[in-house]
């Protein structure tokens, strides 16, 4: 039997590669290997900055029996390998913080007191403001909580939302200051995001693809 093998003295390059190849097969796999020891962080990128290069893909977030998400730990489903993760969200232990959607792993949270939306990353817990969320309605321009029936997160971060039982989209960019909103002709249920492209259905079951609004 030979020598142990010390392998937190791995050189910077290899550790680094390891990590790059970790991460293209998932975020959650890049976590885990950073968290072995310190040698192996210290040569990696930290990945609590909000980036579209630390985006959790194929993520989807698991409710309770009741339909509902509460409580500080959510358990998340990932859809192409099958794997369970319970991930501790110490960020909803702030009880004006409330899940108002999720899209591709990321969840969307509305601040109660103020109005604005925060797109958080829950396996990193990198967290970026968004616009506080006003938009007109039948009735006339309203600040309420947003019941989103469709949330997407593009590739540039481009945030689009389709509030329930409307006919808006809603769109910014991170760092915008206001949303943006198109009207549509039906009411929209749900949306997807799909090679550049925004799909929505309405409640017509009909379904509207939107080019330019994704750009």
Same mark, same amino acid.
């Not at 969200?89 to 109660?112: C, K």
């Given at each position: 039997?030979?020598?142990?093998?010390?392998?937190?003295?791995?050189?910077? @390059?290899?550790? $680094?590669?390891?990590?790059?190849?970790?991460? %293209?097969?998932?975020?959650? @796999?890049?976590?885990?290997?950073?968290?072995?020891?310190?040698?192996?962080?210290?040569?990696?990128?930290?990945?609590?900055?909000? &980036?579209?290069?630390?985006?959790?893909?194929?993520?989807?977030?698991?409710?309770?029996?009741?339909? &509902?998400?509460?409580?500080?730990?959510?358990?998340?489903?990932?859809?192409?390998?099958?794997?369970?993760?319970?991930?501790?969200?110490? @960020?909803?232990?702030?009880?004006?913080?409330?899940?108002?959607?999720?899209?591709?792993?990321?969840?969307?949270?509305?601040?109660?007191?103020?109005?604005?939306?925060?797109?958080?990353?829950?396996?990193?817990? %990198?967290?970026?403001?968004?616009?506080?969320?006003?938009?007109?309605?039948?009735?006339?321009?309203?600040?309420?909580?947003?019941?989103?029936?469709?949330?997407?997160?593009?590739?540039?971060?481009?945030?689009?939302?389709?509030? &329930? @039982?409307? $006919?808006?989209?809603?769109?910014?960019?991170?760092?915008?200051?206001?949303?943006? !909103?198109?009207?549509? $002709?039906?009411?929209?249920?749900?949306?997807? !995001?799909?090679?550049?492209?925004?799909? %929505?259905?309405?409640?017509?079951?009909?379904?509207?693809?939107? $080019?330019?609004?994704?750009?």
């Amino acid at each position: 039997m030979g020598p142990r093998r010390d392998w937190s003295l791995l050189p910077d @390059e290899p550790i $680094e590669q390891i990590a790059n190849n970790l991460l %293209a097969k998932d975020l959650t @796999e890049y976590l885990r290997f950073r968290a072995v020891c310190q040698s192996w962080r210290r040569p990696t990128a930290d990945p609590r900055n909000f &980036s579209n290069h630390f985006r959790p893909h194929n993520w989807i977030l698991l409710m309770d029996h009741d339909g &509902s998400i509460k409580g500080q730990h959510r358990q998340f489903l990932n859809i192409s390998t099958g794997n369970l993760l319970r991930v501790h969200v110490p @960020e909803l232990r702030n009880p004006d913080y409330l899940v108002s959607a999720v899209a591709d792993g990321l969840l969307l949270l509305w601040h109660i007191d103020t109005g604005c939306l925060f797109l958080l990353n829950p396996f990193t817990r %990198a967290m970026v403001r968004l616009p506080k969320f006003v938009y007109p309605n039948r009735a006339g321009v309203c600040t309420r909580y947003p019941v989103i029936s469709g949330a997407v997160v593009t590739s540039s971060l481009t945030v689009i939302l389709c509030p &329930s @039982e409307s $006919e808006l989209i809603a769109i910014a960019k991170l760092g915008d200051l206001s949303w943006q !909103f198109f009207c549509q $002709e039906r009411l929209l249920s749900s949306s997807l !995001f799909f090679k550049g492209c925004l799909y %929505a259905v309405s409640l017509g079951n009909t379904i509207t693809r939107f $080019e330019s609004a994704t750009k």
